[in-house]
């Protein structure tokens, strides 16, 4: 038989079947080890294991990553006294029980219990954005414990 020049045999039901001789090289060329496993399956194994641990290691990462994102976009959680409240431009500003005052602006979105007032103690969720603390919940006046 020649290279090359594709052979058709007959089926049972005598219909020509058109083969590569490809196929029966390849067929002759597998080797197998000694657990009867072909040997390239073997090194395939081999890679399937990496990629699966590295795809574990990925995935790992990817959720402690979007955990600390949640985190963050959560919020910064103080508490303190009202100094100053600017209702026309949404700001009020908090001295902390260090001393410290920070300013705060609300908007639309933010959930404030209370009224805002000078002097009343407050407790806020605040995310920065763009420079400024925009706080995403305020809470006037003493906190309830949840029962």
Same mark, same amino acid.
């Given at each position: ?23 029966? %090289?390849? *067929? %002759?060329?597998?080797? +197998?080890?000694?657990?009867? %496993? ?21 995935? +790992?990462? *990817? ?28 700001? +009020?500003?908090?001295?902390? *029980? ?36 925009? *706080? ?12």
């Amino acid at each position: 038989m020649e290279v090359g020049k594709v052979v058709k045999p007959r089926g049972a039901d005598g219909i020509i079947v058109a083969r590569s001789p490809w196929v029966h %090289r390849r *067929a %002759r060329s597998l080797s +197998f080890d000694s657990d009867g %496993r072909n040997g390239a399956a073997a090194g395939q194994e081999e890679c399937m294991k990496k990629v699966l641990a590295l795809s574990l290691v990925a995935v +790992f990462c *990817a959720v402690v990553g979007l955990a600390q994102a949640q985190h963050n976009m959560d919020g910064k959680a103080v508490e303190g006294t009202i100094s100053k409240v600017d209702m026309a431009g949404k700001t +009020f500003v908090v001295k902390g *029980a260090d001393g410290k005052e920070t300013t705060y602006s609300w908007n639309d979105t933010t959930k404030v219990q209370g009224t805002l007032k000078e002097g009343e103690m407050v407790h806020i969720k605040a995310v920065e954005k763009d420079g400024k603390m925009v *706080a995403s919940w305020v809470q006037v006046g003493k906190m309830e414990p949840k029962k």
